[in-house]
């Protein structure tokens, strides 16, 4: 059996890894929701945009489902911690979801205009909410949290619905819609033809352009940003227990892990770097290599955010000290044991089946197609 420390580390990768997947894999489909009422200049345009993703999209679902259950399993106080301190977001997150099934579902089932506008609208909102929430939290995580925790380990939030909305955060959540909609815009780019590819090229250019832009200043104003750092000793092996430890705010502390490291950053330069590819590409016509590339983005982006709070998951801006770390928010040494091995054996089966169904349902989705196919598809 693995260490308790390493156990520790390697779940804090394999949640990195989930949330990874989620922006690569549902972002697209997130991406394409929140174009479907801008590109498509009419309903046959916007069913092709909706058929792109139709095959996969509940599949892509299972990335999102799984990462907040790893995080349920494997950091039992930060799932409990975010979701009720969170809830009205995450409640906003769930309500907008609803439109999404829903959406994809019911939108064709009638003729008439004004239904089908309604549901493209709902589509919309059931990509976007949740795509600026998202961000607006890992805004949030970087600025601390309003939590604490008292002595027999009740955790209680301070803060409040609207707190979460503070300037920082709305730059983070920006960022976030823009990523994933520059993921959504180059594979809408890789599937269609004709005028709906080009305007899905001049998408991806803009939204690449707003994302490099929005990075590089959240980058900025967290490097004049006071971060967290544990001043005490602490045993990373030892159990879960958050007050068993001293935090302090200082600052630059969110820069601090690429002082220690510098090779990390290459992290944050596959942000930028992955977000520029995927421009370049998609005007150069090589639509693949800028999906690979708008992938790389969300891979650095995400991985900056982790990086640079390492080893804190959720600091706390009320008490330092009950800041959740990778090192004292986690389950059980056997926990973690049995989820290793569970990660091992099953992931590796959830990427050969994806890989294989976009091998199988690959190709461009036409008008034509649309057509002659008016009574099946979505």
């Keep these: 059996m693995l260490d308790y420390e390493t156990l520790k580390l390697i779940w804090w990768l394999l949640v990195g890894v989930l949330l990874v997947g989620f922006a690569i894999m ?22 092709v945009m909706i058929n792109t993703v139709a095959p996969h999209w509940d599949g892509n679902q299972v990335w999102f489902v799984t990462a907040g259950g790893a995080i349920f399993a494997a950091w039992p106080f930060v799932y409990a911690t975010a979701f009720s301190g969170m809830y009205w977001a995450l409640l906003l997150v769930l309500f907008a979801l609803f439109f999404r099934p829903v959406g994809f579902d019911y939108r064709s089932k009638l003729p008439d205009p004004r239904w089908r506008d309604g549901w493209d609208w709902a589509l919309f909102a059931g990509s976007a909410v949740p795509s600026l929430v998202f961000g607006v939290a890992f805004g949030n995580l970087l600025l601390g949290v309003p ?14 619905f609207w707190g979460l909305l503070n300037p920082f955060a709305l730059l983070t959540g920006a960022v976030s819609v823009a990523m994933l909609t520059l993921q959504g815009a180059t594979f809408l780019a890789h599937r269609t033809e004709g005028d709906l590819q080009a305007r899905a090229q001049h998408a991806a250019t803009l939204f690449g352009v707003l994302l490099i832009a929005g990075f590089a200043g959240a980058g900025v104003w967290v490097s004049g940003m006071e971060g967290y750092a544990i001043t005490s000793v602490f045993d990373p092996n030892a159990p879960m227990n958050p007050l068993m430890k001293e935090v302090a705010r200082v600052p630059g502390g969110w820069i601090a892990n690429y002082g220690k490291a510098p090779l990390l950053w290459l992290v944050p330069a596959a942000g930028l770097g992955g977000a520029l590819i995927a421009v370049l590409m998609v005007r150069a016509g090589k639509t693949l290599l800028a999906f690979v590339g708008s992938s790389l983005a969300c891979l650095g982006i995400i991985g900056t955010a982790g990086v640079s709070l390492f ?3 959720m600091p706390s801006s009320s008490d330092p000290r009950s800041s959740l770390t990778a090192w004292d928010a986690v389950s059980s040494h056997y ?44």
């Design 147 to 160: 939590f604490h925790f008292d002595d027999s380990l009740r955790s209680f939030y301070t803060g409040s």
């Design 26 to 47: 549902d972002g697209h489909d997130m991406g394409v929701g929140i174009l479907l009422p801008f590109l498509g200049k009419n309903d046959t345009e916007r069913r």
């Design 335 to 378: 926990t973690l044991w049995v989820m290793f091995w569970v990660a091992l054996i099953f992931t590796p089966i959830v990427l050969a089946y994806t890989g294989w169904a976009y091998r199988v349902m690959r190709g461009k989705v036409t008008d034509d197609y649309i057509r002659a196919n008016d009574k099946v598809l979505y």
């Design 311 to 313: 080893p804190f998951i």
